[in-house]
């Protein structure tokens, strides 16, 4: 097996760089191939910004996982599913209690949004540290395996929660936020409900970037991801900031799942699969990096969009799972530590 | 082996002290064997009693059919294959479908009439004889199955086997929601050749059979789908399918192999160091478990006649690593009878018993429908499991000394950790 060796082996990267370089020249050369193939050439922009929208959502989610995992160094299973149970309360909200609908008062509707947002936000934030403290706090001293697979379960639990309540219908809010354009530049179209969506996450974004680099609660934070015995000895309590990290990646599902709301629909299971794609994400930017994370996401949310919308030679929606998935296993295999993660001892 | 402490138990039994007197006295390996050997008999001999046992019985309702039970035989026989990559060598496979799938379109490929475009027969049975497409015969496809399944697990393993214990896990989950994904999207449409039939799959599979000449020399059966009792042989054949996995499990756990395998599940770097090659040793291991899963999974689609892209969901891994966990990651008879457990919850049991308890107990204006809830129940059988009794229900006596010495984190291990913290000359700083 040794003529395999070159596999992983990282200490002498010219292999992996050499093909990492072919396999990014011809993703490039693919998407000037297709700009060209392209009619309208204003569509190829119009599947950028809609891959910035998508990769939005995928950044909070993905978020999630990658605080969950610099903390505990556990992948959280559950988290999508989490992300679909408040999505679904948060639709209850808009439309049987809130009775948000598209002739709704301006006023009404931003003071309506605010509030499922923020409700969704405490759900998804009490769903995310419930689960920690039921299951994943007793196994702190277990095999990490244990916890892993414990977090499948969850996931699994969490799901059929969502089945019992809302069962297997999808659904859907009412167009709140009108497509009209934010801009129309010679056929590309940005709505305001794609604008909504990134409007609402950046300062989320920074907000937390703020949360965690400068607040007491954030310093605790990254001083129990880099060692909980001396973070404990300097006087942090662990468990809490633990429960803290749960509760704010739960936090962050919300607001997502409300924005996946605002453009799609979901049902009781609609959050296993973008929860494994958030990861992937997590993982393509680096996992346990804050910023690897939003990068990451953004760029599945691009290659996502790219490969349903562009025509030449490409795979389409079928594969897009396979895609991100192939993308996922050759991070894992070539470059675990990500894009702009660094290489740890445990990486290989 | 169980046989010691089960011969003790019998043993004591009132009533049995006579019995018990004697049985002592046999060879170990006699009476180990003995317990075995009577289940062999009440399963193999099942099919004719199964219709004089009772019908109505609480909570349960009826005793399994014949046909469910070739499906639940089928999963325990996966459930051992996946015990040997989890459970002996403690490598977390969340995509034991993918093999499963593997296996089942590889039955697909040699033994119905996908390729019509060429007229390929080897040792083929009955009608199928005339028919386009490849017809091998099916008891050498099930072995083609099962090398071709191997040959994906070494594929799939090789680059990922290095990766740490929860990063393999991502991958194999990885390789379980690709391969599906292909398998339903390579049809005309999707990849310009029609390989797998898309989402229709492919049907009709060839049925196992012996043959006419051996049917007029021996009495076998012709074909198992067209004789009258067709659930009766597929639930013996499976059957026969199931002991040589177990036989094959047992006597690999105690090989030199198997011996490699649990060294790394309890200490990687201690059995590198040891001299265990631990690449060779862990691809090994999924091969062999890949294996077990590609028989299987071909011998579900003759079963079935076909295979379909909506039986390999993420849900059948998981449901699999249920069994593995509840019964006692490494135990192999524990995996078998939760296997054997869960299998018939899934097929018939939770049907049965939520009728029941609509029925008797609940409040009959609001039925609950239990098999609605299967993976939420697993799910929480997963969890709990893991938070009371993580060596399962029977647990293998050197996994339980693991998980109660806390792999890896033994006292010895602990010492030699601080001690190495401690010479490290940046005082064992992480980075």
């Not at chain 1, 990290?245 to 296993?272: C, H, K, P, Q, W």
């Not at chain 2, 010691?4 to 004697?22: A, D, H, K, S, W």
């Not at chain 2, 379109?105 to 119905?112: E, N, P, R, V």
């Not at chain 2, 050498?140 to 090789?158: E, R, Y």
């Amino acid at each position: 097996m040794n003529w395999l060796a070159f596999i992983g082996n990282r200490r002498g990267p010219h292999l992996t760089s050499v093909l990492a370089i072919v396999f990014l020249f011809l993703l490039a050369a693919w998407l000037v191939k297709n700009f060209f193939v392209l009619h309208d050439k204003a569509d190829f922009f119009n599947v950028f910004l809609i891959g910035l929208t998508t990769g939005s959502v995928y950044a909070l989610v993905a978020l999630g996982y990658t605080l969950v995992y610099g903390i505990l160094q556990l992948i959280n299973f559950a988290h999508g599913d989490v992300f679909a149970l408040s999505g679904l309360f948060a639709s209850t909200w808009i439309v049987s209690i809130f009775n948000l609908d598209e002739q709704s008062a301006t006023l009404v509707l931003v003071g309506g949004l605010f509030a499922t947002f923020l409700i969704a936000m405490v759900f998804g934030a009490l769903i995310n540290s419930t689960i920690e403290f039921v299951a994943y706090r007793r196994l702190r001293a277990a095999p990490r395996l244990a916890v892993l697979i414990t977090a499948v379960g969850m996931s699994f639990i969490v799901q059929n929660i969502s089945l019992a309540i809302y069962d297997v219908n999808f659904r859907s809010i009412p167009p709140l936020i009108s497509g009209a354009s934010v801009f129309d530049f010679r056929g590309v179209h940005y709505g305001w409900d794609a604008f909504f969506v990134v409007l609402v996450t950046a300062p989320v974004l920074v907000l937390m970037t703020w949360l965690v680099k400068t607040t007491r609660q954030g310093k605790a934070m990254r001083a129990t991801s880099q060692d909980p015995e001396a973070a404990a000895i300097m006087g942090i309590d662990v468990n809490r900031t633990i429960s803290f990290t749960f509760a704010l990646a739960g936090g962050l599902a919300g607001i997502g799942a409300v924005l996946f709301l605002v453009e799609f629909n979901m049902r009781y299971d609609s959050g296993f699969q973008l929860g494994l794609i958030a990861f992937t994400a997590a993982v393509l930017g680096g996992i346990g990096n804050l910023t690897g994370a939003v990068l990451g996401a953004v760029l599945i949310g691009m290659i996502q969009a790219f490969n349903e919308g562009l025509p030449w030679f490409a795979p389409g929606p079928d594969w897009t799972r396979s895609i991100v998935f192939a993308i996922l296993i050759a991070i894992l295999v070539f470059r675990p530590e990500g894009l702009l993660g660094e290489r740890t001892p445990e990486g290989a | 082996m169980a046989g010691g402490r089960l011969r003790r138990e019998i043993g004591r039994l009132p009533g049995l002290e006579v019995v018990g007197r004697y049985w002592r006295r046999l060879p170990d390996r006699v009476a180990g064997a003995v317990p075995v050997l009577v289940l062999v008999v009440l399963a193999v001999t099942y099919p004719w009693y199964v219709e004089s046992l009772p019908t109505n019985v609480p909570l349960i309702n009826t005793f399994p059919s014949i046909h469910s039970s070739v499906t639940i035989l089928v999963f325990v026989t996966m459930a051992v294959g996946l015990n040997i990559v989890v459970g002996y060598a403690g490598l977390l496979d969340l995509g034991y479908v993918a093999f499963y799938a593997i296996g089942a379109y590889t039955a697909g490929w040699f033994a119905s009439g996908q390729f019509e475009q060429v007229n390929i027969h080897f040792g083929s049975i009955g009608p199928t004889g005339k028919l386009a497409g490849i017809h091998i015969s099916i008891w050498l496809v099930f072995l083609i199955a099962g090398v071709t399944t191997a040959i994906g697990g070494i594929l799939i393993g090789l680059p990922t086997l290095r990766l740490r214990g929860d990063y393999l896990a991502i991958v194999t989950l990885g390789f379980g929601e690709i391969i599906p994904q292909a398998v339903r999207n390579a049809d005309k449409q999707g990849v310009g050749f029609n390989l797998t039939g898309g989402t229709f799959g492919i049907q009709p599979i060839d049925s196992p059979g012996f043959g006419q000449h051996l049917h007029d020399a021996l009495g076998l059966p012709v074909t198992y789908q067209q004789s009258l009792h067709a659930d009766r042989l597929f639930f013996w054949t499976v059957l026969v399918v199931l002991l040589v996995t177990i036989f094959c499990s047992l006597r690999l756990r105690d090989s030199r192999l198997g011996r490699a395998w649990i060294a790394i599940r309890e200490d990687e770097t201690a059995a590198g160091a040891m001299g265990v090659p631990l690449m060779r040793t862990k691809t090994w291991a999924y091969a062999i478990g890949a294996f077990f899963g590609g028989i299987a999974g071909a011998y579900i689609a003759t079963f079935n006649a076909g295979a379909f892209p909506t039986q390999f969901d993420f849900n059948i891994s998981v449901f699999l690593l249920c069994m593995v966990i509840l019964g006692g990651m490494g135990s192999l008879w524990g995996v078998v009878v939760a296997g054997i457990i869960l299998a018939w919850l899934n097929v018939e049991g939770l049907a049965n018993i939520g009728a029941w308890l609509n029925n008797n107990i609940l409040p009959s204006d609001h039925p609950i429908e239990v098999p609605k809830y299967s993976f939420g129940i697993y799910g929480t059988l997963i969890v709990l499991m893991m938070l009371f009794r993580p060596t399962g229900l029977i647990p293998e006596r050197r996994r339980k000394r693991e998980i109660e010495e806390g792999a890896g984190r033994g006292p010895i291990d602990q010492a030699l950790y601080e001690s190495r913290r401690a010479d490290e000359p940046d005082g064992g700083a992480k980075g």
